[in-house]
């Protein structure tokens, strides 16, 4: 399949590194790579390289007036992101729910990207796709996360622009939908949200509340899924955190953001995306309960000033930020536990964040009488 910036396939069994040199060369060949680095990845089985480019000297083509591509060919960027999108098109959950058919026409970086770009969310630009080889060369919104931005000052500003990104995606992307998007046909509802509760009550909750019976929590754990599941849906990121949005700054002075890991969108609660915005990991460090409401209300307001429909009441929509949140920080404490088990350290640091989480949500919720005992809420 041909999309814009598709590169000819490179022949099965190609490293990695031999595509990016040659891709490189294909799409700006006025320019060298300086340097090659492979990049931390997360959780999933991408693997991203940042390849350092520096212009060679050249003359514009002449004759006629040059296209977009030829310009950006002529004067290459300094650098660009390159990604082995690795194995498998669809998340677990989605292969394992069966909830939607393979193989896909496209993958779901491409397909998002293109919707995204086209309402003005803040995605990197393709240069090159290449589908056989399961590679593509994107631009690169640099090195500095949102989170650890925030961290030197300015949490509430910096987070209230994250809003903003957020409710292009959720107002201008929902509006924007069809079904040639493969988010339309991914719902966060009440089968996903439990199904992502399985491996708390197989692994967190001994981690978290050793006295627990996790089978005696199956109920309210039925009952927080049937209550998401209910809640108006828009389109979503699903992982919009602090680490998967990037600081840039604009000639002015001012900061602007960039959106990464947006493969996984589908159609769920707005709420979902703020509760991982503004509570996932170590969040607690730099969003004080007065941030977190101010961003709220700044983001449910916004929607109001934007047109939105009122598809909840201010106090309903704080009260499913909060059921978010729980089953949130219920979720990520059964898959730290299991990301450690398996050989990829790191995320036991952040499960007594989640289990603050959990126990700061259920004091607010003042229901789930069993989840509350477990956690000593």
């Given amino acids: 399949m041909d999309s814009p910036g598709a590169a000819p396939g490179e022949p099965p069994g190609t490293s990695p590194e031999t595509w990016i040199r040659v891709t490189v060369a294909r799409r700006f060949p006025h320019a060298r790579i300086d340097g090659l680095a492979a990049l931390k990845g997360d959780a999933s089985t991408r693997r991203f ?3 350092t480019l520096a212009a060679t000297p050249s003359a514009m083509p002449s004759g006629g007036n040059p296209s977009d591509e030829a310009r950006s060919a002529d004067h290459p ?6 990604i082995d999108l690795g194995p498998d098109d669809l998340p677990l959950y989605a292969r394992t729910l069966k909830l939607i058919a393979e193989p896909l026409a496209e993958p779901p970086w491409l397909n998002l990207q293109r919707l995204l770009a086209a309402i003005g969310a803040p995605v990197p630009a393709l240069y090159t796709a290449d589908v056989r080889a399961r590679m593509l060369l994107v631009e690169d919104v640099g090195d500095l996360p949102l989170f650890e931005a925030a961290t030197r000052g300015h949490a509430g500003d910096l987070y209230r622009l994250a809003a903003d990104a957020l409710l292009t995606l959720h107002l201008d992307g929902t509006r924007r939908l069809d079904d040639r998007c493969i988010a339309s046909r991914v719902a966060y509802d009440e089968r996903l949200f439990r199904w992502e509760l399985e491996q708390f009550v197989e692994f967190g909750a001994r981690a978290a509340a050793p ?6 929590l199956a109920p309210e754990l039925d009952r927080l899924a049937a209550h998401l599941g209910r809640l108006p849906r828009v389109l979503a990121h699903r992982d919009y955190h602090g680490h998967n949005l990037f600081v840039q700054t604009a000639p002015d002075g ?6 990464i890991d ?7 609660p707005a709420a979902q995306d703020l509760a991982v915005l503004l509570t996932t990991r170590d969040a607690a460090r730099i969003i004080t309960p007065v941030i977190e409401r101010r961003v709220l209300d700044y983001y449910f307001a916004a929607r109001i000033r934007r047109g939105a429909p009122a598809a909840l009441a201010h106090d309903e929509f704080i009260a499913s930020y909060r059921l978010c949140v729980l089953q949130h920080a219920l979720k990520v404490i059964g898959r730290f536990v299991v990301l450690e088990r398996s050989g990829k350290p790191g995320y036991a640091i952040y499960i007594p964040y989640a289990i603050a989480q959990a126990r700061r949500a259920l004091a607010e919720l003042g229901d789930y009488p069993k989840l509350h005992a477990a956690f000593g809420a």
């Fill in 49 to 51: 390289w940042r390849v």
């Fill in 77 to 82: 960027p300094r650098s660009a992101i390159a």
């Fill in 211 to 216: 006295a627990a019976d996790p089978a005696a």
């Fill in 254 to 259: 001012a900061p602007h953001l960039r959106m």
């Fill in 262 to 268: 947006f493969q996984d969108a589908l159609m769920a």
